[in-house]
């Protein structure tokens, strides 16, 4: 099946089939001196579902090739190898098959696409780099001669970004991505003034729970929905198990006690509000529906795909197509120079959102979905 093509490398693009075999064992003899891909194993790629093999193909033959990998259950990718023939080096091969792997690992509901490079290899690292791959850690003897490997990875945007409606806003410190995410639901809706840390933590300070695992207490959804009613959103929680949050994570007993009687204050004061509550949060092809009428929904979700921690973090639901919802990230790894390019406009397949959305051992979802007041 022929997939893309590129004027400039005058190549087309299409998967790999059992008779490019020869081709794509010369080519990877021609790009590696280790560490090669037997033929026997090409083909067993080529006849697993779970591998994409791409190839690059000129008038005169293949010009490169790209191998990635499913992992069942996830929505992680792995690039395992991308491979030139150095007779077709400078003519944007690399940057050609780079970018139809990425296409192709989002088209099958994979949102982060990692791989390995040798820490020498300054062409590879640079290709990655230009493409926006961050380094996420370092493997050490990873190859047969013992060279370490840079692990890198990035965030998958498709094709095409987004556009999405609301303003973008990132949470300016570890602790704040719920007031960040009700910003940015303020200034979408006109109810709100400019998105400032010190409007940041106002919200915070209306809406925490004081206590976490570790350091400073982050926000529930009764504390964020009331904060948004109070300033002129009608805001619904969504919430199962119906039980005070981030309990699990506190071992002091005292702490435990007090952090359930602030939740149940901001319950308590959610009717009075006119904040309304539901045991059913929405799946996210449903709430995808929500968004689509008018509405915005903050979100907590488990960090782990988004940034690799085991952590609650909210995130913001702003718009919606027939397969992805669009989210605004606020996390921002600025140690990595990440800018909101990086973060804004995110579409997550709903497949993937739906195991993205539980957090702990219990899976718990919550959902706080906010209109304008009519």
Not at 156 to 163: A, D, K, R, T
Not at 186 to 203: D, I, P, R, S, V
Not at 232 to 253: C, H, K, M, N, Y
Request: net charge neutral; hydrophobic share 40%.
């Amino acid at each position: 099946m022929t997939m893309a093509s590129d004027n400039r490398a005058g190549a087309v693009l299409r998967t790999a089939i059992e008779s490019d075999l020869a081709e794509l064992l010369r080519i990877e003899a021609a790009a590696f001196a280790a560490d090669r891909i037997s033929r026997r194993s090409f083909r067993r790629f080529l006849e697993s579902p779970t591998a994409h093999l791409l190839v690059a193909e000129k008038d005169d033959g293949l010009s490169g090739y790209a191998l990635l990998l499913l992992r069942r259950g996830t929505a992680l990718a792995r690039l395992y190898s991308l491979a030139v023939d150095p007779a077709c080096a400078g003519q944007g091969i690399g940057g050609l098959l780079l970018a139809a792997s990425e296409e192709a690992a989002f088209q099958c509901e994979r949102i982060v696409l990692r791989l390995e490079v040798r820490s020498d290899n300054d062409a590879a690292l640079g290709l990655y780099r230009r493409h926006g791959y961050r380094e996420c850690g370092q493997v050490a003897d990873y190859y047969a001669d013992g060279m370490t490997a840079i692990r890198m990875q990035k965030l998958l945007h498709g094709s095409s970004l987004g556009s999405g409606r609301a303003p973008y806003y990132s949470q300016t410190t570890d602790f704040t991505c719920g007031p960040a995410c009700a910003l940015m639901a303020l200034k979408h809706f006109e109810t709100g003034g400019e998105m400032t840390m010190l409007a940041e933590l106002t919200l915070w300070r209306e809406a925490t729970t004081i206590f976490l695992a570790a350091g400073h207490g982050g926000c529930g959804p009764f504390g964020l929905a009331n904060a948004l009613a109070r300033r002129g959103l009608a805001a619904e929680v969504r919430l199962q198990p119906d039980a005070p949050l981030f309990i699990s994570t506190v071992r002091d007993p005292d702490k435990r006690r007090i952090l359930a009687l602030v939740q149940e204050g901001y319950r308590s004061e959610a009717p009075r509000l006119g904040v309304r509550q539901s045991s059913d949060p929405l799946d996210a092809r449903t709430l995808g529906d929500e968004i689509r009428s008018g509405a915005l929904a903050l979100v907590l979700i488990s960090g782990t795909l988004m940034f690799g921690k085991r952590e609650p973090h909210w995130v913001l639901v702003h718009d919606a197509d027939s397969r992805h919802l669009i989210i605004h990230d606020p996390w921002l790894e600025r140690e990595r120079h990440e800018s909101p390019a990086d973060a804004a406009n995110l579409p997550i397949p709903f497949t993937v959102f739906d195991r993205m959305a539980r957090w702990g051992r219990n899976g718990v979802r919550v959902q706080v979905i906010v209109r304008k007041e009519s």
